[in-house]
């Protein structure tokens, strides 16, 4: 099974999405946005900048 992206209402109203693993295991969480198509348009930001480097600072 692949990861997946569920978009969710928060207690507060606002909208939210979480990445989830094959596994079901909860990978990364947005932040809260205003409106629905924000939060539509923060998942397809994450999809096209997912495969980006890793830089090591530490």
């Given at each position: 099974m692949t990861g997946k992206y569920e978009l969710y209402s928060d207690k507060a109203g606002k909208f939210r999405f979480r990445l989830k693993a094959g596994n079901g295991q909860v990978v990364a969480v947005s932040e809260a946005y205003e409106?629905?198509?924000?939060?539509?348009?923060?998942?397809?930001?994450?999809?096209?900048?997912?495969?980006s480097e890793t830089v090591d600072l530490t």
């Open positions: 409106s629905k198509a924000s939060a539509r348009s923060g998942i397809a930001s994450v999809k096209a900048n997912a495969d």
